[in-house]
Each structure stands twice: as structure tokens, then as C-alpha cells.
């Protein structure tokens, strides 16, 4: 039996189920396992489109808040991050540099401030296209997420430490 026939045999046992006190555990039993279900094919399908493990995007969470820098390929994220929090993120001249999350701590006004060098995010990142489903998921942990752009400022300028 395939997932899809056991998902589509426990939405149907779930749909004819009468809902009570007494049935309530195993409605939830079987919302379970069908969560696991999905899960897995998401996987399978992640897999196999080459979207990765998720290696690398666990970060462990430090300080008072947490910024993700998330934009484009090659827009000046790590740059960025290597100058405001000396820590080295490699910086090249092609795109997808960056094939990790890469954690950075800046201290400002007695604040320590997470900052989080992702990569970059390209059209189609929320099918997992160019790892796009660990960048969002991690971007989604942030407090808040910028995007630098070269349009916008010169980071030759910025201070070296904040």
C-alpha cells in the first residue's frame, strides 16, 4: 500500500468516525499519523528534486534577538556580516557563496543581536528550488529579516565593529 492509499484510507476512517469524548484519542492518533504521512512525501519529493537534507541550517539561537539576511544571490549578505561581526563568511565573486547558514553576534547599546549570513533566495525557493524551504524555514525564526542591497549603501563605509 502506497502513502496516498494510507492517506486516503485514514481521511476517510477520520470522515466517518463519530466525533466524541470517546473517540477523541484516536482521531488524534490518526491526525498524527497522517501528519507523519505528509511529512514524509514532502521529504521524498524534496529529496528527490534536490533540495537537501536541511545540514547546516540549525542554528542554535543566541542573544537578545535574531536578524536573518536574506535576499538575492550576490547582493552583499555576507559582506555585511563579515564587517559588521568579524566573522569570516566567504566572499566570492559568483553566486551561491553562501550554501549554509552562518551565525554572527553584534553587541549594540548592551543588546547582543544574532545575525544569520542565509543563502540566497531565488524564484521558485518555496518548492524547494536552490534549498529555498531551509532558508525560509530558518528566516522564519528571525525576529526580523533584511535584505542589503548594493543600491542602497556602500559597505566600504560601514564601521568594522559595532
Known amino acids: 500500500m502506497t502513502s496516498a492509499q494510507k492517506i486516503a484510507e485514514m481521511e476517510h476512517e477520520m470522515s466517518i468516525t463519530q466525533k466524541n469524548k470517546a473517540t477523541m484519542g484516536h482521531l488524534c492518533l490518526l491526525k498524527a499519523r497522517l501528519a507523519k504521512l505528509k511529512r ?19 542554528v542554535n539561537k543566541s542573544g537578545d534577538a535574531r ?16 564587517k559588521l561581526t568579524g566573522v569570516f563568511s566567504k566572499i566570492a ?27 540566497g533566495i531565488i524564484e521558485g525557493a518555496k518548492d524547494g528550488k536552490g534549498k529555498g524551504r531551509q532558508v525560509i524555514g530558518v528566516a522564519r525564526t528571525c525576529l526580523l529579516y533584511t535584505s542589503p542591497s548594493p543600491r542602497d549603501a556602500t559597505l566600504s563605509r560601514m564601521p568594522s565593529s559595532a
Open 67 to 82: 536578524v536573518g539576511l536574506i535576499g538575492f544571490p550576490s547582493v552583499g549578505k555576507s559582506t555585511l556580516l563579515t
Open 40 to 58: 514524509e512525501i514532502i521529504d521524498q519529493a524534496a529529496k528527490a528534486a534536490g533540495g537537501g537534507s536541511g545540514e547546516g541550517f540549525d
Open 93 to 119: 565573486a559568483y553566486e551561491f557563496t553562501t550554501l549554509t547558514c552562518i551565525p554572527g553576534v553584534i553587541k549594540y547599546k548592551g543588546a547582543k543581536i544574532q545575525l544569520l549570513d542565509l543563502p
